[in-house]
């Protein structure tokens, strides 16, 4: 079972579009994390949220507690952008437990 | 700026041998974590360590898996005899009071 969904799988984009990918979850939490995931492997953390809106730079994460859902948006997007977005969850439940999602693939076109 | 290192980058080991993949967190941070990632799949969550003992574990973290933290500084994870499945890419995590911070990994091969 997937305890986070996130969608698209996968997304191109041109650059200077403004993108949106979105996070679903099924789990109470007590945060969700934005990740990017480059294509050497290494992890960085972009975001941690609880409630509202997060912005830096032009990124911008959102989430709705009662609908379970969160947002990540890119505004003037650009090549070196391109990465993986992974939506991880703390479980509420268990405390120290992060479930993941299987990521949004994304490439800026120039 | 304040990072995770992780060491070996890369290990080969041969089936039935034991390995220990090593962390230097940062070092005002409290929680640690352990997260593996298969070639071409998600990241999944190991184990958490707080204050010295585990304080989650996943499923996949078995009775052949074990966290350490030796020496106060560095955070290791033991997995005592290796099968082919355990080969991956594992990631240390520390976390501050937001965010998480991510090691580079150690990428793990199994033959």
């Known amino acids: 079972k997937n305890e986070v969904e996130q969608s698209p799988q996968n997304l191109t984009a041109q650059e200077g579009e403004f993108i949106t990918i979105n996070c679903s979850y099924s789990?109470?939490?007590?945060?969700l994390h934005w990740l990017q995931q480059h294509p050497g492997g290494g992890i960085v953390s972009l975001f941690m949220l609880s409630s509202g809106k997060k912005k830096h730079g032009r990124l911008i994460a959102t989430i709705n507690i009662q609908e379970k859902h969160s947002s990540l948006h890119i505004t003037a997007s650009h090549p070196r952008d391109s990465a993986v977005y992974i939506c991880a969850v703390r479980s509420e439940d268990t405390g120290n437990q992060f479930y993941f999602g299987t990521g949004t693939s994304l490439t800026v076109i120039p | 700026e304040p990072e995770v290192t992780q060491t070996p980058s890369h290990q080969v080991t041969q089936m039935g041998q034991e390995v220990i993949l090593r962390c230097v967190p940062i070092s005002n941070h409290l929680y640690f974590y352990w997260y593996r990632q298969i070639l071409g799949q998600k990241v999944e969550f190991l184990v958490s360590f707080y204050n010295n003992e585990i304080s989650e574990k996943s499923e996949i973290f078995d009775d052949q898996f074990s966290v350490e933290r030796p020496d106060g500084s560095n955070f290791t994870l033991k997995i005592r005899s290796t099968k082919l499945e355990d080969s991956a890419m594992y990631f240390c995590a520390s976390t501050g009071r937001y965010e998480q911070y991510f090691g580079p990994g150690t990428r793990l091969t199994v033959t």
């Open positions: 789990v109470g939490i007590s945060a």
